[in-house]
């Protein structure tokens, strides 16, 4: 197999050890720690050489002169004469240079005049072919394919011109070097030191300067420098070198080398499956807008193009990124083993330049060359400050290009707000420009396996990564699911689609219909030769979501043969789904309501198949829903028969329409009477009664209803009255009653919702009010002590002295001396009742006393408390008043229940002074009678 031009593999990188490899120079299968794969990976990687230079310089005694013209002048003969010299010079400028973001002009670094390439003409026509002939030659040299050159400047160097060590900027994309051009003008020094790391050259111009034209060719990181002209003129055209071609490169590029590079990769995902990340520093460095395989420059093309072309066998993927090291040193020895290290890829790129990821901190292991950085100068230095009499340590960084290898199946790892360390917050684009990697790949090597599943395992990841991305990442994984017969993609492409907005649904929808019409025109079959691709996306989704998918693509089709064929295998799927689905919910309530439309004139089958389905299978939320659904409907000529459905369901699923007790009692707090929770079902229930009502399934709807009250009244010892929720009454007892009402239920009926009311009610609400506050004696005021811990109330002297003095009837000042912290805890159990008490504290002697003293009002407070919990109650039932309820409990137990009117009488005439108390019993806050004095 033959080698290209610009490739080679070295034979004097390092040795391998003799175990490294087995017949052949192949790579034994044996598994080898991590470290030594690394090295050995390392050297293949290495022993990959680019045949061309860093700079390359020629000599051309025949050529066409290029008949340079400046406006105003004819075409300057060759060579150059001292005075066409002044001429040119005259029309020209001081020649700046880059500073930074600035362009200044300092003749202490730079001296030369020049000219830019709009200035002057080039009017021999021979002149463009023998351009074409030196660049193909400084390219060849330079180991550059797929490039051109463009014109740039025309430079004049007099006597005492020069320019200092310097690198040249990138002038335009995807420019990666300078190609100069001298034409015939005698002079004296001007020689070119071009230098890469410890590669150096010296190019000298002057020996054939008179009658030849001399070349030099260099890449744009190569530093150089002019030395002084000192004598005569030299005269240069400049053009930039730029690459504009694909990356691609011959098959014998790599040779049998490359394939051993492939082998180590191999190796890599077999035996070490915790290693998922690798970088490899480049010979270059690259600009952001300049770092892409179709601009690598050198070995760079060569191991990068290597690694691309073998990526695909071996589940790896070539990225490019920007990366700093920056180590903190201090001055002190002590400290020098101690320095910070840090390791960082700035920014990620695909070999197509676009920006993937950033700031990625490596580790160590992550590293394929360990000591890049010993015996090298900093690329720039920050010193610390100085703090007193010590100095802060200083922080150096290292700036490199490098290539990353990353294991395919490791990728969705850079995805933003991935949860694992990898992750990157960068904008959507990066997501974007991920997918775009991972699809391309597809597509170039869908048959490889290792591919097609972590291009799979790739977009399932994409997809759930939120924002802006997901509108051209659902699409898009849609796509691959189809051509790839993955239904779990599918089904969360599609979900992620619909999240996504309505635009990228409808484009998802738009994929799939494609999809589905090209595949059936291609194999010439109905749709049900593909229904399994799309079948197994409807096993978990509710049957109202199939519904809804079906009805999104039926009019998408463009053909009307595929239409029909889809739309009846949509119905297929639907009444096999109904009848095989163990459980329906109320995410099926659209499929119902639907369906009971559409369907409507075969009314065999939906008594016969759909009603029955929803009654056996359906839950309590659906049958209800449904029922309601097709009551409010009942006037359509579709509903005709809702009669029938609700007499159906309540023969046939009337314990799933009954109420529980965990419909009227909280699940989580013990006592809500006043609470404002909302309770569904109480509602419905009453709904459905009034509805069979009105349709004139009376019989039914009794039915319901005194099996509804019956349930809750049997079963009250599991469900506790006293817990029920108060608005009760609103959500359930005022409906029901005022639908009994409106339908006038016969006496006969009335029974079972009577024991309900006094379960409610007289069990439930009343029994939460209590009995009217008895009266304290004397001074004795309710007890008070620290809240238990864990259950069990803590031992607390204080608080036991304090519920003493609280509970003892003769007692009405307390005076308690202790420290600050156990006065304080006294005042907070007494926080919120201060209006109670007088507290002071007597500073005389240490410690201090708290004096505590009781003023009355707790007592009265009580019972204000009692009167508004008992004015609630009656304004919660007082819509519930009415004649007809009168006539149902009987006016006495009306009165008691509805009206409550004995526990009214008690507000009114039961005051804390008009209370009568017995004759030997003292007035609150006074002693009781053998304790007065006489």
Known sequence: MGYSSAVSISSDSEDYESNDQ?????????????DTWKRILRKRLNGIKSVGDIANFTRYPTFANPGLKIEGH???????????????????????????????????????????????????????????KVYLTAAGGLGLTDGSVNPHKLLLYEKGSFFKRHKDSEKEPGMVGTLVICLPSEHQGGDVHLAFGSDQRIFSTAPTSTFDITTLAWFSDVTHE???????????LTYNIVQNGPAKQSAGFFGQQAQQVKQVLLQWQVHHPNNDLLVYPLDHKYSKSSISLRNMKGRDKAVCQAIQDIGAQSGVFLLLAHQ????????????????????????????????IATDYTLDDDEVMVPKLFEDRSPDSEEEG??????GAPSTYRYHDTVAVLVKKSALHKLLRGYSHVWSSYGPDAHTENMVALVTKDLEEHREHPVTRETALKFLTHAIGIQGPSQKTTTPVAVYWALQLDDSKLFQLAMVAAAKAGQDTYNEALNVTCRYIEEITARRRRRLTGISGRLGETTSNASLSSVMNSIQHFTPRFKSDAVRDSFNKWGNLKLTLKLETEPQLGIND??????????????????????????????NRDLIHKVLNTVFVKREQREFRNA????????????????????????????????????????????????EGLTLGAAEQALQLLEAGCNNLVWTKSEWQPRAVQANVVEKFLVPLMTTMQRHNIPVEHHEAVRNLLEVIIGEGLLQQLGPFPPRPVGWTYKPRSCAPYRGQRTVCRDCDELEDFLTAPDQKVWRFAAAEARRKHIKSLLYGTEKYFRMTTERTRSPHTLVIEK?????????????????????????????????MLGEGRYRELILLEPLLSQTDSGSVTGVKREADEPAFGQRPATQRRL
């Open 324 to 355: 700093t090291h920056t180590t903190t040193e201090d001055e002190d020895d002590y400290y020098d083993n101690d320095a910070e290290n840090c390791t960082c890829l700035d920014a990620i790129f695909t070999g197509e330049g676009k920006e």
């Open 589 to 618: 309530l659209s499929f119902f309501a639907k369906t009971l439309e559409s369907r409507h004139e075969d009314q065999e089958w939906i008594m016969s198949s759909l009603i029955p389905s929803l009654a056996d299978r359906g």
């Open 855 to 887: 003023t009355g009002g707790e007592y009265k407070e009580e019972v204000e408390k009692w009167r508004r919990h008992v004015q609630s109650i009656a304004s919660l039932l007082s819509p519930l008043r009415s004649d007809f309820l009168k006539s």
């Open 643 to 690: 009669k029938y459905i609700y007499v159906y369901m309540v023969q046939n699923a009337l314990p799933k329409l009954l109420l529980s007790g965990e419909d009227i009692t909280p699940t989580s707090t013990p006592y809500a009477a006043l609470s404002a929770a909302v309770i569904g079902p109480l509602t419905e229930f009453a709904y459905r009664v009034n």
């Open 74 to 132: 004819s075409a300057f003969p060759l060579p150059l004469t001292p005075s066409d010299a002044g001429v040119i010079k005259a029309a020209c400028r001081e020649a700046p240079f880059g500073k930074g973001e600035d362009t200044v002009v300092d003749n202490s670094v730079r001296k030369t005049w020049e000219l830019n390439h709009a200035q002057f003409q080039l009017i021999n026509p021979e002149w463009a072919g023998f351009l074409q």
């Open 226 to 236: 002019v030395k002084e002209l000192t004598s005569g003129y030299r005269l240069a």
């Open 22 to 34: 087995g017949p052949a120079g192949q790579i034994n299968n044996t598994k080898i720690d991590f």
């Open 385 to 390: 400050e100085f703090t007193g009499n010590e």
